[in-house]
């Protein structure tokens, strides 16, 4: 085996290299034309359509006044009449679906 004095040549390269890019990364290397990263926010599909459909029902009324206005003036004329065998089928169809849920 034959040792030279050009031995640490490679090793010295290597040094070297890794102390530029070490260097490279300092706050004093700053580009001049650097380009400032900012955040976004995309909405999807499905969000769209619900923010639309969530506007469509904003319009709606809670209250449906010509509905309001009709049985009033049927109740103050004498009007209005009452379906007792649809009161109770409702009442009965509401309590056993209640009673299967629970």
Do not use: F
């Not at 034959?2 to 102390?19: F, L, T």
């Not at 639309?52 to 010509?66: G, T």
């Not at 009965?92 to 849920?101: K, Q, S, V, Y």
């Amino acid at each position: 085996m034959e040792i030279n004095g050009n031995q640490g040549i490679g090793i010295d390269a290597y040094v070297n290299q890794v102390q530029d890019k070490n260097k490279v990364g300092t706050s004093d290397d700053k580009p001049e034309n650097s380009v400032k990263k900012s955040d976004t926010v995309v909405i999807s599909d499905a969000a769209k359509r619900v923010q639309e459909a969530r506007s469509q029902l904003n319009d709606i009324p809670d209250v449906r006044e010509e509905k309001v206005s009709e049985l009033r003036n049927q109740i103050q004329n004498g009007t209005y009449q009452i379906d007792a065998d649809k009161i109770a089928d409702k009442m009965i169809r509401e309590g056993l679906l209640n009673d299967a849920l629970e």
